[in-house]
């Protein structure tokens, strides 16, 4: 553009524009373009959601009024008649104290988490991109062809360069072995259960509820007894070793836990969830079998919980809701995660074609069950009203309605299983970036570790300061079976990350940017 010509033109122009702008000052906004959809949303919702407290406000205000009218006649006029139906006001005592005594008596008793610890391994064993790929060329157990199967899926996988490996399978060739997968066991499940301990200044001899759960690797004695023997744990201790049931056990392993909870009163219950990669690499070249080795990594995570009212105060969060999804029923479902050998006896773990499909119809159940704990009032009317339109009036052309999460939940952890993963629940739910960031940056830094990432994530958002006193979060984690297993909790403060947490040194650097 050229600056020297034109000064006549451009004061007009400038004078006609001035002139537009005081003439469109004196209108109103049209409410149609400016007034943003959510925030009548939003209303709608408040408006809703308190409906209660606004039709009984007005009802205590009038009482309040009257009885600030009432004079000292009508006092004693009123304590005159309690006495003489003083049987009635006895029965009616008695039915009171009953149902307060029966309701204290068989209410949940709330859980409360006091913290928890996440594991992560030492610098040696990080496998970064090219030294994954040259390990696996070095072993000579594959092909060409999968060998670039393993290459496209790592490049799309949205894993990182310190992601770690068991210490087996950085030797040529690779040594799994009982030993080499006990000693795994061991390195993540103590440094996690070491950390805690540390950090919550509980005794091991103080747990009275022990909960472990890894699929994959289970030896006897098992992984919980371990654990026992480690921290020389008490001999009434309730123990438990959930093996074989997938990613989503982490979250099985806190339902058992809160059932446990429940019966002993005064403990404390010790979660622990790992997965074991030593024993369960796979060396074949059936395609379908080589993606656990491109995604799964070293990690776990341990969990302090307790039922005793004083932990409230130094707690980070209280335990909501579990819901609990198994499709195991379908034999699609059953088979789309499945443990075997390939055709040269080799064995290793099958994933579906047919994964993403099931897991979103998993999906869809849990959060059928879910959405009347968790959604207000407002989304649930929403919901209803399109299913009736759409049932009752036969509407065809009428979009199901999906509830909007967002207004239930501050902050979403979702299983670290895969990008893909990660991706569809962002579209389905139509959750924000911000709100997937912290899965995409879990499996980014240590890559799917199983029942234990959503502890990562968790860890991640605490990391960045962004949990809040009274802030949900929801946790949801896909396994094997097939299942679909929710936990909502509720922080009880504003939570900042512990002592030797997994992103102490490192956050700075998140959230990085990915490649598409």
């Known amino acids: 553009m050229d600056g020297g010509g034109g000064g006549d033109g451009g004061g007009a122009a400038a004078t006609a524009t001035v002139g537009v702008r005081i003439h469109q000052s004196r209108r109103l906004p049209d409410f149609l373009q400016s007034v943003n959809l959510k925030y009548v949303k939003l209303g709608y919702h408040y408006l809703i959601s308190n409906l209660l407290t606004l039709c009984l406000v007005p009802i205590m205000v009038v009482i309040i009024v009257e009885a600030s009218q009432m004079n000292p006649d009508d006092l004693r006029n009123l304590w005159l008649h309690l006495q003489y139906n003083l049987v009635s006001v006895i029965i009616c005592s008695a039915f009171l104290v009953f149902g307060s005594t029966v309701y204290i008596m068989t209410r949940p008793k709330p859980v409360y988490l006091v913290d928890y610890s996440c594991y992560r391994a030492p610098d040696s064993l990080k496998a970064p991109y090219d030294r994954f790929m040259n390990h696996s060329r070095l072993t000579g157990d594959f092909d060409e062809s999968s060998l670039e199967f393993q290459r496209k899926i790592l490049e799309r996988s949205g894993l990182g360069d310190e992601t770690y490996v068991p210490e087996a399978m950085h030797?040529?060739?690779?040594?799994?072995?009982?030993?080499?997968?006990r000693e795994e066991a061991e390195q993540v499940m103590f440094g996690a259960l070491d950390n805690l301990f540390l950090n919550t200044n509980v005794k091991p001899k103080q747990i009275g509820i022990l909960v472990v759960n890894c699929s994959l690797f289970n030896p006897t004695p098992s992984l919980s007894a371990m654990i026992v023997n480690r921290y020389k744990l008490r001999g009434n201790i309730r123990s438990f070793n959930l093996g074989g049931m997938g990613c989503s056990a982490g979250v099985i392993a806190v339902d058992l836990a809160k059932d446990m909870l429940q019966v002993h009163r005064n403990?404390?219950?010790?979660?622990?969830?790992?997965?074991?990669?030593?024993?369960?690499w796979y060396f074949g070249n059936k395609k379908s079998m080589l993606i656990p080795n491109c995604l799964f990594r070293v990690g776990g995570a341990a969990i302090l919980l307790s039922n005793k009212s004083a932990d409230k105060r130094r707690a980070k969060y209280k335990l909501v809701h579990v819901v609990r999804t198994h499709k195991g029923a379908d034999d699609k479902a059953f088979r789309c995660v499945y443990q075997e050998q390939d055709s040269v006896g080799k064995t290793g773990v099958s994933l579906s074609k047919d994964l993403m499909a099931i897991a979103g119809g998993?999906?869809?159940?849990?959060?059928?069950?879910?959405?009347?704990l968790v959604l207000p009032i407002s989304e649930q009317l929403l919901f209803f009203a399109t299913l009736v339109i759409k049932k009752l009036f036969k509407k065809k052309n009428v979009k199901p309605?999906?509830?909007?999460?967002?207004?239930?939940?501050?902050?979403?952890?979702?299983?670290?299983?895969?990008?893909?993963v990660i991706d569809e629940l962002e579209k389905?739910?139509?959750?924000?970036?911000?709100?997937v960031e912290a899965s995409r940056m879990a499996l980014h830094r240590f890559g799917n570790t199983s029942?234990?990432?959503?502890?990562?994530?968790?860890a991640?958002?605490?990391?960045?300061?962004?949990?809040?006193?009274?802030?949900?979060v929801w946790q949801i984690a896909f396994g094997s079976g097939f299942k679909c297993n929710s936990a909502v909790w509720e922080a009880l403060r504003c939570v900042k990350p512990s002592g030797n947490g997994p992103w102490e040194d490192c956050i700075d650097r998140y959230p990085v940017k990915l490649v598409s």
């Open 171 to 181: 030797f040529i060739p690779p040594r799994p072995s009982m030993q080499a997968a």
């Open 267 to 280: 403990t404390y219950a010790v979660v622990v969830s790992m997965e074991n990669i030593t024993q369960n």
């Open 362 to 372: 998993a999906l869809k159940t849990n959060i059928t069950t879910l959405g009347p």
């Open 401 to 420: 309605y999906i509830p909007d999460f967002k207004l239930a939940f501050d902050h979403f952890c979702i299983h670290a299983g895969g990008r893909a």
């Open 428 to 435: 389905n739910l139509q959750l924000l970036p911000v709100h």
């Open 451 to 458: 029942s234990s990432s959503i502890w990562y994530e968790l």
């Open 460 to 472: 991640y958002i605490e990391a960045k300061g962004r949990m809040k006193r009274g802030n949900k």
